[in-house]
């Protein structure tokens, strides 16, 4: 079961206003990278569940966050239809993210009251989104879309939340286009955990770009 409220996992997103991505099948690799990104302030982890017998990483990685990293709260993404949503709910997902808007996935979400992000592209799959009860929308591909989408959006709708993944990277010049459009936090996965020209994870790097990334974004607010 959840750990956390969907309020509680809103307000930390919306406080610290990043969420690492990561996936791998190494599930002791796998605890590396959460405790870089733990040690670099990180508070929410999407495990981006792409490959065979992800469920059971995802689960050994929550034992291992409630067990020794107070306060990180984790979270599934790249999750496709209800049942895959029940599933990650069952082993401590405390947020579901989804690529698409799908009702089968909110349902399941909102009747365990966890938060689910819908990856939307248009306004009126953002309203519906909302209207289904989501709190942060997902939006994706964000790259496409880019940062004067989402000041378009926040024009006619000012109470949307935001969340681009996709085209995001630990760059003041980038996140300064997208917190000054008005997201309510960002997404990161290949752009923020950095590997080594060998294809190892470089876990000091990881550490240092999502502290930095944090710094930057608290100061784009202020």
Request: aromatic share 8%; glycine share 10%; net charge neutral.
């Amino acid at each position: 079961m959840a750990q956390y409220s969907r309020i509680e996992v809103a307000t930390v997103m919306k406080e610290t206003g990043m969420i690492p991505l990561f996936f791998h099948t190494d599930i002791e690799l796998s605890k590396k990278v959460l405790k870089a990104c733990y040690d670099g302030g990180a508070r929410l982890m999407e495990f981006t569940a792409r490959g065979d017998f992800a469920h059971e990483v995802f689960g050994e990685l929550t034992k291992y966050a409630i067990k020794e990293l107070p306060g990180m709260i984790m979270g599934v993404g790249s999750v496709t239809d209800g049942a895959a949503a029940s599933l990650y709910m069952t082993l401590g997902a405390n947020f579901i993210v989804t690529p698409v808007l799908r009702e089968d996935i909110a349902i399941v979400c909102n009747r365990r009251k966890v938060l689910w992000s819908p990856g939307c592209g248009t306004l009126t799959e953002i309203a519906r989104a909302e209207e289904l009860g989501c709190e942060i929308v997902k939006l994706f591909p964000g790259d496409i879309y880019g940062p004067q989408f989402v000041k378009g959006i926040k024009g006619p709708q000012p109470w949307t939340s935001i969340m681009p993944t996709g085209g995001v990277s630990p760059t003041k010049e980038n996140l300064e286009g997208w917190f000054k459009a008005g997201v309510t936090c960002v997404g990161m996965g290949s752009q923020l955990i950095s590997k080594n020209d060998n294809g190892t994870f470089d876990l000091v790097k990881i550490e240092k770009l999502v502290k930095e990334s944090l710094e930057i974004i608290k100061k784009l607010r202020n």
